[in-house]
């Protein structure tokens, strides 16, 4: 039987340190990188500058869980002054890019000013550490003095300066990279090449990002995976298909990049899923998550469940995709279901999460749930996040809790205009426009964020709601000055807003202003006219919409056969209405019902008027009987009107204005006792008050 000595302290070496030290960069040791080297220390050894290289790699937050404190690196970095190690340009870099990749970027910058000697390495680590922190603009100036101060730059400086360019709209600067890219000869590198590929995408060039990958002679799945992401971030499918067909074409290898890219891209997911089993990519789980988001974007939730359920690691990304396409069906129930399960997994769920569970509470009905979300806010801390509160207020908004509004709005302590902005906006959705003009004076007078086309359309609509067309042309004034006429929405509700302030004129001008309508302005126009009685011109409208090859939808139906309405245009409105549901497809709503039967009924074809109710898929409302009842009205027909009066009685008994329209109907056919008679059972119900609004 043999025994083995025990390590002492003292028979420890060198070697069996570096041994201790690498095992922690391949996750093979827990102890921390910094209590190894102190256990170095403290054998009288003496650590080499092969000793240091290896520290710092294990101390990465990527190889080492326990993050190195700013006072254990000036540990490290004190003895490599003593021992004289930091002669070493590489160790000292290493040392320096350990601090930028903790987020020690000012300590980062003094080690690298004291550096008696730098090489490129030296400031592509410094280039990339101020570009990962944040510091974009800081980035770019050392780049400017690393070419002052002789230093050629490195395929590597390029690529870690061109990310940036993309993101934060460089293009001159990520332009000039490019050119220097080119002079030194570092363009034909495929690093750089694709880097440049990105960028271009990033600032919507795709002719340069596609010339560049055209040139490529050697195309990396990297090459091919930049391209397709490029076409994907435009949304251009097609395009970003074509490329995958041919890569697929050239057998280069498939990665997980190539269908993450291609499902951002929207590409049919079935049979991408296919390739993803064929491959063997069944069990990378950011694929998997990837389809499991496509699946719920596009509405198969049976699939994405089943996906879901047969991964092997809980996704909170992919349970979110799944979450939030039942919160866009309103269908709370399995929200709440699905928001259980998440807690029950331990899976912090973030503002994204939640605000996509906050969009599905959209009427009253919700509110429990909305409340209940609110007080996991709280709880989790989620509420101090200014998306979280935009959510909230949106949500409040559509209860129609315009207090709750501006409570979560006071509780800000900055408010950026997204904020102003749902604010403004919920305030005039639940009804309250008054109240949202005072929030935009006290924007303009807190010396908050300038309005935006958002605030601008928010506050028009507000106008159309109280006719404040002074105020109304002041907003028009403002988009003209601040050129956001070129917004179609701004136009549609400035349409919208002159239409219903009793202006058409405006109304008509400011519609012949805009280029290439959209259906929305082509709607408010046609609205416009048949709120100012211009109905033949409405109809005008309407088919010159259809000339200009644009398809109507169930608004532009709702305008047309409201104008055929008030305009008594029966046959207009027929065709109208078979044209919705022949042509177009268009299933009606209530709404379009209500129309047509006020239309037939009006013009005396009560046989037609039935006949559409009795086939209606949906089942008419107290507004499609009360339509009927209107008519009757008109046309002094008491037999039909009690007959439809009975049918609304048993929808809502408690409606005060039916009892309005029986005595209406009954003052038309001038049968005064009736008259009484039901002005009396209104008394008797407590809807005395509805008889100042009665009609004769």
């Not at 048949?530 to 608004?555: F, N, T």
């Not at 008027?609 to 209107?630: R, T, Y």
Request: hydrophobic share 40%; proline share 2%; net charge negative.
């Amino acid at each position: 039987m043999s025994i083995t000595k025990p390590i002492t302290l003292l028979s420890r070496d060198l070697s069996f340190f570096h041994s201790l030290l690498k095992s922690r960069i391949h996750g093979e040791n827990s102890s921390s990188p910094i209590t190894i080297f102190r256990d170095l220390l403290r054998s009288s050894l003496i650590p080499n500058h092969f000793t240091i290289s290896i520290l710092l790699q294990a101390s990465t937050p990527s190889s080492s869980p326990h993050h190195a404190s700013v006072d254990s690196l000036k540990l490290v970095q004190t003895h490599l002054t003593k021992s004289g190690l930091d002669r070493f340009v590489y160790v000292k870099t290493s040392l320096l890019d350990l601090y930028l990749k903790m987020g020690f970027v000012n300590t980062a910058r003094v080690l690298f000013d004291e550096m008696p000697e730098r090489d490129t390495v030296a400031w592509n680590a410094l280039i990339s550490g101020y570009s990962r922190n944040g510091y974009e603009r800081d980035a770019w100036q050392l780049f400017i003095s690393m070419l002052q101060q002789g230093f050629l730059p490195s395929a590597t400086t390029l690529v870690n300066l061109l990310p940036f360019c993309g993101q934060c709209g460089f293009v001159s600067q990520g332009r000039s990279v490019h050119g220097i890219a080119a002079k030194s000869g570092l363009e034909m590198d495929s690093q750089v090449k694709n880097a440049l590929i990105s960028f271009y995408s990033k600032c919507t060039e795709l002719d340069s990002a596609e010339l560049l990958f055209t040139e490529m002679k050697d195309k990396s799945t990297v090459s091919w995976n930049t391209m397709i992401g490029a076409y994907s971030q435009s949304g251009l499918q097609e395009e970003a298909f074509t490329v995958f067909k041919n890569m697929f074409g050239e057998r280069v290898e498939i990665s997980s990049v190539t269908i993450i890219n291609l499902l951002s891209a929207h590409v049919s997911q079935e049979p991408l899923h296919c390739l993803v089993v064929k491959t063997g990519m069944v069990n990378d789980n950011s694929v998997i998550t990837s389809l499991i988001c496509a699946y719920s974007r596009n509405g198969y939730l049976d699939s994405a469940e089943r996906l879901y359920a047969s991964a092997t690691e809980d996704s909170i990304v992919g349970l979110t995709s799944i979450v939030s396409s039942y919160a866009e069906k309103g269908d709370m129930d399995t929200v709440v279901l699905y928001f259980s399960k998440m807690r029950q997994l331990c899976m912090r769920i973030d503002a994204v999460a939640l605000l996509g569970i906050l969009h599905g509470c959209t009427n009253s009905s919700h509110i429990d749930v909305g409340m209940s979300l609110h007080g996991y806010a709280i709880k989790s801390g989620l509420c101090t996040q200014t998306l979280v509160v935009n959510g909230l207020i949106t949500m409040y908004s559509k209860f129609d809790d315009v207090e709750t509004v501006l409570f979560l709005f006071e509780q800000l302590h900055e408010a950026p205009l997204i904020s102003w902005n749902s604010v403004i906006s919920g305030c005039v959705q639940s009804g309250r426009a008054s109240t949202a003009f005072e929030v935009f004076h006290q924007m303009k007078l807190s010396g908050g964020p300038m309005p935006d086309a958002i605030t601008i359309a928010s506050l028009l609509a507000g106008c159309s709601q109280l006719c404040c067309l002074n105020f109304g042309k002041k907003l028009h004034g403002y988009t003209l000055r601040n050129s956001l006429e070129n917004e179609k929405f701004v136009c549609t509700a400035l349409i919208d807003m002159y239409a219903k302030c009793g202006n058409v004129v405006l109304a008509e001008s400011v519609f012949k202003s805009v280029k290439a309508p959209c259906t929305a302005t082509w709607n408010s126009m046609i609205s416009g006219y048949s709120l100012s009685g211009l109905q033949s011109r409405a109809l005008s409208c309407y088919l010159e919409m259809r000339e200009q090859g644009l398809k109507p939808d169930r608004i532009t139906f709702l305008g047309v056969l409201s104008a055929c309405t008030h305009g008594g245009l029966v046959e207009e409105g027929k065709i109208c209405f078979r044209e919705m549901v022949n042509e177009f497809g268009i299933s009606p709503s209530l709404q379009h019902y209500a129309l047509m039967v006020g239309l037939l009924g009006r013009a005396c074809l009560y046989t037609e008027a039935l006949s559409l109710i009795w086939e209606m898929d949906l089942k008419p409302d107290s507004a499609v009987w009360g339509a009927l009842l209107s008519a009757c009205i008109v046309n002094r027909e008491v037999e039909l009107g009690e007959y439809v009066a009975k049918k609304m009685f048993m929808l809502d008994y408690r409606n005060g204005g039916l009892y309005v329209l029986m005595s209406n109907l009954y003052a038309a056919g001038e049968m005064w006792d009736d008259v009484v008679r039901v002005r009396k059972m209104m008394k008797d119900h407590g809807y005395d008050g509805y008889l100042g609004v009665s009609q004769t």
